[in-house]
């Protein structure tokens, strides 16, 4: 899994794509999550009401428009592409990219399957991560203790848990899920909360694999969507009706999760949340069905309003209540991560008919330049308030600010064909990899997959540090479709 870990980071901080048991949370050996859920809580409480936002349509509203004139701005100071690297940095960095990958695909040839063989080759590999950070990216030595201290393990973590609570989810959907915990687990230290996964983010996570994926499914019939879509409504408002099916056991459990830790009584704005990215996520689908012609002021408002509520829900399950200020920061930070989402999909977005301001543009016959400058402004803006955050050291701001950058970078990269001759040569100069090495590199991964996935399959299949098994999961499942009634379903939940 480390090896998965360390791909999925190296892609986020350059080509763009959020141990043994003991070492996999910092804290404690056994996993704790109602004792976790009752300091959290404990947090929360010292947000007075007045502090804290309430997230009704008004005020997502007005958070998207907020959002829209700060993108608007952007476009009239566009970001600087900086630092530059020459040939000869370019040189060593692809040369410390290529040792890392070299030591982790060897690690993962010779592994065997005892879990003191596992746990001594997942070490190796994220010291290999911790080099690969320093020679090619950079990085002060506390940004690389937060990756390989807290960020990969907390990875490992999730995806065995992910493994615990569904033994049959696919590789693809929990490296997605991973992706949304990560970022959750990124805002934890801006909230003044201990980096670690809990109940409630495990299941927000999982639920994007269980409930998005469907709804965009093109394999659902439109009703099915539309009535399982109503249902999810009325399960986030509190109702609890009888699944139909296992899959809808499988999300309502997940909201049991989240209700367990955040009761409905004290934190109604969890609620709001997962039901305003919800509606932005109906949205969004309502923007595929609309058919073409659809004018950028609109497309730019559903991608604020999905990326923007989607981090928002992440703050509120960091914390259960956060301020205003934290909630604008969470916000902005959702709304560049769809946006950055948008410029990496062009490709398969034009191929599919979906419509963002990325692939209007390029129906126009428009490079994406400028929009890309705008994105990095968009970034900077992003960021800049985000360091207003009393919380969460500078060194962490900076590794955000620079995986966000690399991220797009990264997307430029892989769609060389949108953008002019001239802005490709000045991109690639301020990435820390020449675009072609980053799309060889691409390819060579894409052909390691059946490599990667038995290591990932050999992590997760590790046991976790719970009485809680995968067959009580399977049970507590069963006993939602039976009963109807989540809320008892996942008394026993010990694994996030």
């Known amino acids: 899994m480390s090896a998965c870990c360390f791909t999925l980071w190296a892609k986020s901080l350059t080509n763009g794509d959020r141990k043994d048991e003991h070492t996999a949370s910092q804290n404690a050996s056994v996993w704790k999550p109602w004792k976790v859920a009752r300091e959290l809580r404990s947090s929360a409480r010292r947000i007075s009401p007045s502090m804290a936002a309430f997230y009704n349509d008004c005020w997502v509203a007005a958070e998207v428009s907020r959002c829209t004139e700060l993108w608007r701005e952007r476009a009239a100071s566009p970001s600087q592409l900086a630092p530059l690297y020459s040939t000869r940095d370019h040189e060593a960095r ?52 937060f990756l390989t201290d807290h960020f990969l393990p907390a990875g490992i973590e999730f995806a065995r848990r992910a493994r615990s609570f569904d033994p049959h989810i696919s590789r693809d959907d929990t490296i997605q899920a991973c992706r949304n915990a990560w970022t959750a687990c990124g805002l934890q230290p801006l909230l003044g909360a201990p980096l670690q996964v809990t109940p409630s983010i495990l299941a927000y996570s999982l639920l994007y694999p269980y409930s998005d994926n469907y709804l965009d499914s093109a394999d659902v019939p439109t009703k099915a969507k539309l009535s399982f879509s109503d249902r999810f409504r009325q399960r986030l408002r509190g109702h609890v ?48 069905r609309a058919g073409p012609g659809i004018d950028d002021a609109r497309l730019l408002r559903v991608s604020l309003a999905k990326g923007g509520t989607s981090v928002l829900a992440d703050a509120c399950l960091v914390r259960g209540t956060i301020t205003e200020a934290q909630s604008q920061a969470a916000f902005e930070w959702g709304a560049l991560l769809q946006l950055g989402d948008d410029l990496q999909d062009v490709a398969d977005d034009l191929h599919s008919g979906s419509q963002t301001l990325f692939t209007n543009a390029v129906k126009r016959d428009e490079c994406l330049d400028g929009l890309v400058h705008q994105l990095l402004a968009f970034c900077d803006c992003v960021a800049a308030h985000m360091r207003l955050l009393p919380d969460g050291s500078e060194h962490l701001k900076d590794l955000l600010r620079t995986s966000w950058r690399s991220l797009i970078l990264g997307a430029v990269a892989s769609a060389s064909q949108f953008f002019s001759t001239a802005f490709l040569a000045e991109a690639e100069r301020a990435s820390p990899f020449r ?62």
């Open 435 to 496: 675009f072609e090495f980053l799309r060889a590199r691409q390819r060579h991964l894409a052909g390691r997959q059946g490599l990667y996935a038995t290591l990932f399959d050999l992590f997760t299949e590790q046991p976790i540090s719970s009485a809680t098994s995968a067959s009580a999961h399977k049970a507590a499942l069963e006993g939602v479709a039976q009963r109807g009634h989540a809320a008892h379903a996942v008394v026993g939940f010990g694994t996030d």
């Open 241 to 288: 009706a009888p699944p139909l099916n296992s899959h809808e056991a499988a999300v309502w459990a997940l909201v049991a999760m989240i209700e367990q830790q955040y009761p409905r009584s004290q934190f109604p704005n969890v609620y709001a949340c997962l039901l305003a990215i919800h509606e932005a996520q109906e949205q969004s689908i309502g923007q595929l």
């Open 94 to 145: 692809e040369s410390a990219y290529d040792a890392a990958l070299h030591e982790v695909e060897w690690e993962a040839k010779r592994l065997a399957p005892s879990p003191r063989t596992r746990a001594a080759a997942e070490s190796r590999m994220i010291a290999a991560f911790a080099r690969f950070a320093q020679n090619a990216l950079d990085l002060h030595q506390e940004q690389i203790g």
